[in-house]
């Protein structure tokens, strides 16, 4: 589409949503940064730590970095706040360019290596805050988008969808992500609006940058070929003003792929991220059966 300018980053106080928001506000996009968080320190690292980022941060950087951030204080798993940040943005802005679907519940027990019945059931939260959530925001957006004839819906997902990772939610809740736009896609098809997920590989977040403090030989080789999340959000970007990107709609991408093979670009830091296809597996081909 030509010259995207509202979008909306679900989940964005910090890690992948923030870096995301920010690649945006780059571009001079105006970002709506969502997320909880309204002071820092509530969230915590795996070590306990407590982590920075707040909804009103993120939207000043994405102002200083060359775009307009706009903090909205919205809980995702909560439809009638979700409704009411549509309103917001169409009342403001009249147009809605670009949804990223980010925010997903991240229980404390994720990364623990334990059977998923010796984790606490609340780790299932994020089927709801993740999955559902994701849908429910791109129903708003699709009524927007399909309306004026453009947009792009994405899905943070990862190579969890394919390969064992974190246990049976978080793979759930990614595979769950790349059939949202592949089945999205077909239904926005007539109204030249694009969706599509994104896998991403390992980020430099907060959360990262403190594991790799704490145990810097273990995550050594991880940060040397970890993505910004600023990356994904330069993908985004491409995807939404290529004349060709109905090609790639309803396809799960792997980001370090595309960026390299169809867009020609790097990530920030100058670096060209792996693909990992090879170590965690490939996401399934778009299905082109319909079924009604």
Request: negative net charge.
């Amino acid at each position: 589409m030509p010259n995207p300018k509202v979008a909306i980053v679900t989940g964005a106080s910090r890690g992948a949503g923030k870096g995301i928001a920010l690649g945006l506000a780059e571009k001079g996009m105006t970002v709506y940064v969502t997320g909880r968080t309204r002071k820092a320190g509530k969230a915590k690292g795996w070590d306990g730590t407590p982590l920075p980022g707040t909804v009103e941060e993120t939207a000043q950087a994405c102002t200083n970095a060359g775009g307009k951030g706009i903090g909205v204080i919205c809980d995702s798993a909560d439809d009638a706040q979700v409704a009411q940040l549509f309103e917001q943005v169409m009342d403001e802005q009249g147009q809605c360019d670009i949804l990223m679907n980010n925010a997903a519940y991240i229980h404390h027990q994720l990364i623990e290596q334990k059977p998923f019945w010796d984790k606490e059931l609340d780790a299932q939260n994020i089927l709801d805050v993740g999955l559902r959530s994701a849908y429910v925001a791109s129903w708003h957006a699709a009524k927007i988008m399909a309306k004026q004839k453009r947009g792009l819906i994405g899905m943070g997902s990862s190579f969890g969808a394919s390969c064992y990772m974190h246990g049976p939610a978080y793979g759930a809740q990614k595979a769950g992500l790349d059939k949202l736009a592949h089945d999205m896609a077909v239904d926005l098809e007539p109204f030249n609006v694009q969706a599509v997920s994104i896998w991403m590989g390992p980020l430099l977040t907060e959360r990262a940058l403190i594991a790799a403090e704490v145990h810097p030989e273990q995550y050594k080789e991880f940060m040397e070929m970890a993505e910004t999340p600023q990356f994904t959000g330069h993908i985004l970007y491409a995807i939404a003003t290529d004349p060709k990107a109905q090609e790639i709609s309803g396809h799960t991408l792997v980001g370090a792929e595309v960026a390299k093979d169809r867009y020609k670009m790097k990530d920030g830091n100058g670096k060209q991220p792996p693909s990992h296809r090879e170590m965690l597996g490939s996401p399934n081909p778009p299905n082109p059966a319909r079924v009604y």
